[in-house]
């Protein structure tokens, strides 16, 4: 009984641990530990006793998980593990205006093969170049839109 007991308390208290170190692993291990202690309890005492061990197990998860998703969040701790804010930039170049590009002189700001990035007015955009290769710093001329990208030319 002092081994079942021992394998739920480890089980859980890798499930507890996992929250702050986020590996699978020690989740994994956790969740083996208590089954382990299931089929311990089956082996010493029968089907009787590892239902009721099963049960307790489920029980033990569901509250740590019940903590875990509900009640840790709300305490300092659990908001000091979260990240709520933002850097305000983005990872991709901004989308161009229509009217605003198009027929406009660019200048090829990567290698364009046939897809790159171009400086139009200063601003970077996401390029594709009908003419296909074309070398870093050569002249283009935007010549219309795709979805998310420009179209380019060689002038």
Request: aromatic share 6%.
């Amino acid at each position: 009984m002092t081994l079942i007991l021992l394998l739920f308390i480890v089980g859980i208290m890798l499930l507890a641990a996992d929250i702050f170190v986020s590996s699978f692993v020690m989740a994994a291990v956790g969740g083996v530990a208590m089954v382990a202690g299931c089929v311990i309890a089956y082996r010493d005492s029968g089907i009787l006793a590892a239902g009721l061990a099963a049960v307790i197990a489920l029980v033990l998860l569901g509250g740590a998980i019940y903590i875990e998703l509900v009640l840790l969040p709300k305490t300092r701790v659990g908001k000091g593990l979260v990240v709520e804010s933002t850097s305000g930039s983005s990872s991709q170049p901004p989308l161009a205006k229509d009217a605003a590009v198009v027929g406009k002189q660019a200048i090829a700001d990567t290698t364009l093969a046939p897809s790159g990035y171009v400086l139009v007015d200063g601003q970077r955009y996401e390029a594709f170049c009908r003419t296909g290769h074309v070398a870093r710093g050569a002249a283009l001329r935007v010549v219309g839109m795709d979805n998310f990208r420009l179209i380019v030319a060689k002038q």
